[in-house]
């Protein structure tokens, strides 16, 4: 199936901001030509939930959220930034894992099972895509899915 990234990243975006009044969400979007990739929209929609919810639920302080859609010429990317609490070195290799959580006592206020993230991990994955962390501790953390663009066949001249 072939979904607009930048459309379903839109989409959501724009529920998230009906649901948490309190936080600011900011998009950096710049493109005007389609980001078609081969997904099944559905599951475009809930790995952008996963995170999207992960950056309002790991955000106690700081309550702003970054969307950023961007393109080249094999990749769409969409980056999901916040200013939360961050994710030590440590832990960062371990937080696709089924399962795990950072801080239990802390997290646990915060609800979850540790599995958000695996499974939005394997689903890009499964779409030849990956799904990658940068973070801080303390400072916050981007989230970035990259997906490959697909792109409209030439015609051959023969
Ligand atoms: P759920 O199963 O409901 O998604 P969860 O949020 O605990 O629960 P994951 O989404 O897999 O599970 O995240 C795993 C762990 O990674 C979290 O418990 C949290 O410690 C850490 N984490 C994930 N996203 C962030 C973030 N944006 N900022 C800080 N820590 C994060």
Do not use: C, W
């Amino acid at each position: 199936e072939v979904t607009d990234a930048r459309e379903v990243a839109l989409q959501v975006f724009n529920n998230f901001k009906m649901i948490h009044p309190d936080f600011v969400f900011l998009i950096d979007d710049d493109l005007k030509d389609e980001t078609p990739v081969k997904i099944y929209r559905n599951h475009l929609e809930q790995v952008l939930i996963i995170l999207m919810d992960n950056a309002v639920k790991y955000s106690q302080k700081r309550k702003e959220v970054h969307l950023s859609v961007s393109k080249n010429e094999r990749y769409v990317d969409l980056a999901v930034q916040d200013f939360g609490e961050g994710i030590a070195q440590q832990d960062i290799a371990r937080v696709f894992n089924r399962f795990y959580r950072v801080d239990k006592a802390r997290s646990r206020d915060a609800g979850g099972n540790g599995l958000g993230l695996s499974i939005a991990q394997r689903l890009i994955e499964g779409y030849h895509g990956q799904l990658t962390v940068e973070s801080v501790l303390g400072q916050g953390s981007v989230f970035r899915i990259s997906l490959p663009l697909i792109i409209k066949e030439q015609k051959n001249a023969d």
